[in-house]
């Protein structure tokens, strides 16, 4: 019999999301009549938006012609794609066939491990996205889980009040493979031009390479702050960007990301890493939805634009509302702290005294609703919840009612 990837073996407790919904779904048997209200996991909620809507719709109906009709497109994304992306969001940092289109960017995010293999050392933020680590486990690069409720084999860098969210590089060792996330999932902090910089300097210094999830860029509303890594000098040497239209237009469910791998970024032997990430999205995956794509030019162009920042804008709004209940004296006089820059889908909310998942419980208890544990990001995670903005304004609202209920 054939062993099992020990990969496996070594991961601990469910993903975290699904444990959230199984923990939800469980409430909801022994409390059939309550409407519970999810401010937990980052999925959207307001409609595709009618220009993006209306070019996939399009397209679906050529698909119904003999002229029309397509069939596999290039595993690397539609070169119109590929380009607009290029031009307008990276302009003069990023060429068309740099670019590559994929079904989201957990997706390239998971298939990002086989460039480096079993043997690569990883760094991750603490907290962090799941799949960095987990993803890392299982290919093997990560050991077993280790006491501290981390893993072995990867270097955690503390993201933290104490150092404004932004860790201390000095602990990664060199060659390593670092995944950093910004605006940050789930502390929802975007790091300044500055931080990045210094990120950027420290990973050319010692050979490192960033895996740079940008997945929330288009929440970034103060204009001093970075959009993309490659606005960092030097970035293009060190850098993979994992970006999405999940966030960005809804297309949680659609399905459609890209990554950016620079011609310049090689391997310690001078070999191309773009080269090789071309082999994997042509070998190991076979293209995202032609439907999908044609969203994505729609999102891109003027008046995709325009509806794109109205959606995040209503986001945003929701995010507003939240931050207002939280830092009301119901909450602050209990001491607990908010953590939001008006820059992310997120609010990192410390809860002193109290266990994640016990806080997750209780507010899930007393007001119905639900959240996201900050322990499942990380050990730094432990005390905190994670908010999510992402939910019709009517159920925002209520939710905020009744957490002004919430006995601390």
């Not at 076979?286 to 986001?315: F, H, M, P, R």
Request: glycine share 10%; hydrophobic share 35%; proline share 5%.
């Amino acid at each position: 019999m054939l062993t099992r990837n020990e990969g496996f073996e070594n991961l601990t407790a469910g993903y975290l999301f699904p444990e959230v919904a199984k923990r939800r779904r469980e409430y909801q048997q022994v409390h059939p009549d309550a409407k519970i209200i999810s401010l937990g996991i980052g999925n959207t909620t307001e409609p595709i938006t009618p220009h993006i809507a209306k070019a996939m719709s399009d397209y679906i109906q050529k698909l119904t012609t003999k002229e029309g009709y397509s069939g596999y497109g290039d595993e690397q994304g539609l070169s119109a794609l590929r380009k607009k992306i290029a031009e307008v969001l990276y302009k003069d940092m990023a060429t068309e066939d740099e670019v590559f289109i994929s079904d989201g960017a957990k997706c390239d995010i998971a298939r990002i491990q086989t460039l480096f293999g079993r043997n690569s050392k990883i760094a991750v933020q603490d907290p962090a996205y799941p799949v960095y680590v987990d993803g890392s486990v299982i290919v093997g690069a990560a050991g077993k889980a280790s006491p501290d409720g981390g893993y072995e084999g990867v270097t955690y860098l503390p993201c933290t009040a104490e150092n404004d969210f932004f860790p201390d590089l000095s602990v990664i060792k060199p060659d390593t493979l670092i995944y950093f996330c910004s605006p940050n999932n789930p502390t929802g902090v975007a790091s300044t031009r500055e931080q990045l910089a210094k990120l950027v300097d420290y990973a050319l210094k010692n050979g490192c390479i960033i895996i740079y999830d940008s997945a929330y860029y288009s929440f970034i509303r103060n204009a001093s702050l970075p959009r993309t890594i490659y606005e960092i000098p030097g970035a293009r040497k060190c850098a993979i960007e994992i970006n999405s239209f999940s966030k960005l237009a809804g297309f949680t469910g659609i399905r459609l990301g890209w990554s950016v791998v620079p011609s310049e970024l090689t391997y310690s032997d001078g070999v191309s890493v773009k080269q090789d990430w071309n082999r994997v999205m042509t070998t190991l995956f076979n293209g995202a939805s032609n439907i999908a794509q044609q969203g994505g030019l729609a999102a891109l162009d003027d008046e995709g634009i325009k509806e794109t920042t109205a959606l995040v804008n209503y986001y945003l709004d929701n995010a507003k509302l939240m931050q207002k209940t939280l830092t009301s004296s119901n909450f602050s006089g209990a001491g607990v702290k908010v953590y939001y820059t008006g820059d992310s889908p997120y609010l990192w909310v410390y809860f002193p005294g109290w266990k994640s998942w016990d806080i997750f419980d209780k507010i899930l208890n007393e007001c119905n609703v639900v959240t996201t544990p900050g322990s499942g990001f990380g050990p730094s995670g432990e005390g905190y919840v994670r908010f999510s903005c992402f939910g019709h304004r009517s159920d925002v609202e209520e939710a905020c009612r009744r957490l002004q209920g919430l006995k601390l």
